[in-house]
């Protein structure tokens, strides 16, 4: 059975407060990284850009027929034009009522197309102004993304801090602990979770639970500076007279 003084066996129980603070904190680092909040917001961004996408390229569509029909009206003002000059230079009779009618005929398409601009110009505000509304609604989605990212942030940096601070004075205080009893201690906290735990009034705080008769008498007839350990949980029982 291995040996340490019992003042060097209560040094363990100051060390496991130290572990399982820093145990907490690494929880809370993990809780902080798996924030529930981050996959919805990032969700609800994706479908805001998405809608916001499909305002865009529904405006841009009617840009580009806005943009064919006004090359076309062009076209046929330069058509009207030019036959207009010519009806104005005079000709032969036939010839002439021949520009009117093409005039003509240019004139009412002309009309056509413009009506049709008109309408596609109402349709385009009305598609900008939903364009607007979903770059709204995707302002709103990626700031309360980023105002959750923020606090996250804050919170990871405050506990890292925390644990850097844990870290060091655990490993300040167990540069002061026997070290085979530190060793016996690491490899129990590696295998259990738990390294050490006091034995109070037959109770085990590394179990939870109250020992039986049998191996508290075992435990009571160790030698003081015997590491004895939970035959439940497995840790190592720091006592002492008024514990047990």
């Not at 036959?83 to 009618?101: C, E, F, H, I, Y």
């Not at 295998?191 to 085990?204: I, K, Q």
């Amino acid at each position: 059975m291995a040996k340490s003084p019992a003042s060097e066996q209560f040094k363990l129980l100051e060390l496991q407060s130290l572990d399982g603070h820093l145990k907490a904190l690494d929880g809370r680092l993990r809780q902080i990284d798996q924030d529930p909040r981050i996959p919805v917001l990032q969700a609800a961004l994706q479908d805001a850009k998405g809608l916001e996408a499909e305002a865009a390229s529904a405006a841009e569509a009617i840009r580009q027929q806005l943009a064919t029909l006004e090359t076309e009206v062009a076209g046929l003002d330069t058509k009207i034009e030019r036959d207009t000059a010519r009806l104005n230079a005079g000709g032969l009779s036939k010839d002439l009522v021949a520009l009117q009618k093409e005039i003509e005929t240019l004139s009412q398409l002309k009309s056509g197309r413009e009506d049709t601009e008109l309408e596609l110009m109402e349709e385009l505000e009305g598609s900008e102004g939903a364009l607007g509304d979903r770059s709204a609604e995707t302002a709103t989605a990626a700031a309360a993304l980023q105002a959750v990212q923020q606090e996250l942030a804050e919170k990871k940096a405050d506990a890292q801090t925390e644990r850097a601070g844990v870290l060091a004075d655990r490993q300040a205080f167990a540069g002061a602990v026997d070290p085979g009893l530190l060793a016996l201690y690491e490899k129990t906290l590696a295998r259990r979770g738990v390294g050490a735990a006091r034995l109070f009034h037959g109770h085990s705080e590394g179990s939870g639970m109250d020992l039986s008769p049998g191996d508290l008498a075992e435990v009571r007839a160790a030698a003081e500076d015997d590491v004895v350990y939970c035959p439940d949980s497995g840790v190592i029982l720091v006592r002492s007279p008024e514990w047990n």
